[in-house]
T-cell receptor, first 115, second 113 residues
Framework: EAGVAQSPRYKIIEKRQSVAFWCNPI?????LYWYQQILGQGPKLLIQ????????DSQLPKDRFSAERLKGVDSTLKIQPAKLEDSAVYLC?????????????FGPGTRLLVL | GENVEQHPSTLSVQEGDSAVIKCTYS??????FPWYKQELGKRPQLIID?????GEKKDQRIAVTLNKTAKHFSLHITETQPEDSAVYFC????????????FGSGTQLTVLP
């Protein structure tokens, strides 16, 4: 089966600019996650969707970050305006709607550099 | 919320030796513990996982052990090979409807030829 797809793979922007990332989960996976992975650290959850509804966005900096999953499939994550500390890899993951379906499958990530 | 601590942060072993990475978690409700391998510039890939109703699980050269009482779990890699070199992350999930993972800080494993 095809894996989680993300684009772009790399993005370089200046601080205060805006940027958007796209994720297409594995077909049929109801749950979608966005993570931020700062260099040398483990992934940190930003937001979790179940179909097109938000399950948890408690760690999303809502003053500058937003995310949506309008049709319960693809998702976009936006940063506006970006700060230097937003430089990180943004990982998307999905998991199936199965009993005990905690296994998360990750995309290749988008590496963001804010200058 | 859940807190996962992982040790060591770096580990170097000779090819053929064993490697052990340890994690502790804080939430006694956690019941799912995956391990991910992340090679440089690539996505995290699940290599093995264990649920709280099992004490040990093996898959060829990889094994994971879980001690629920002490709230710690470990990854064991035997007969290490250079291609095992990567960053390994442990994670814990409290399951339920949220099914969220909290990750450790990672261990850089280097297998020396």
């Amino acid at each position: 089966e095809a894996g989680v797809a993300q684009s772009p793979r790399y993005k370089i922007i200046e601080k205060r600019q805006s940027v958007a990332f796209w994720c297409n989960p594995i077909s049929g996976h109801a749950t979608l996650y966005w993570y931020q992975q700062i260099l040398g650290q483990g992934p940190k959850l930003l937001i979790q969707f179940q179909n097109n509804g938000v399950v948890d966005d408690s760690q999303l900096p809502k003053d500058r970050f937003s995310a949506e999953r309008l049709k319960g499939v693809d998702s976009t994550l936006k940063i506006q305006p970006a700060k230097l500390e937003d430089s990180a890899v943004y990982l998307c993951a999905s998991s199936p709607e199965l009993a005990g379906g905690e296994t998360q499958y990750f995309g290749p990530g988008t590496r963001l550099l804010v200058l | 919320g859940e807190n996962v601590e992982q040790h060591p942060s770096t580990l170097s072993v000779q090819e053929g030796d064993s490697a052990v990475i340890k994690c502790t978690y804080s939430d006694s409700a956690s019941n799912y513990f995956p391990w991910y391998k992340q090679e440089l510039g690539k996505r995290p890939q699940l290599i093995i996982d264990i649920r709280s109703n099992v004490g040990e699980k093996k898959d060829q050269r990889i094994a994971v052990t879980l001690n629920k009482t002490a709230k710690h779990f470990s990854l064991h890699i035997t007969e290490t090979q250079p291609e095992d070199s990567a960053v390994y992350f442990c994670a814990a999930s409290s399951g339920g409807s949220a099914r969220q993972l909290t990750f450790g800080s990672g261990t850089q494993l280097t297998v020396l030829p």
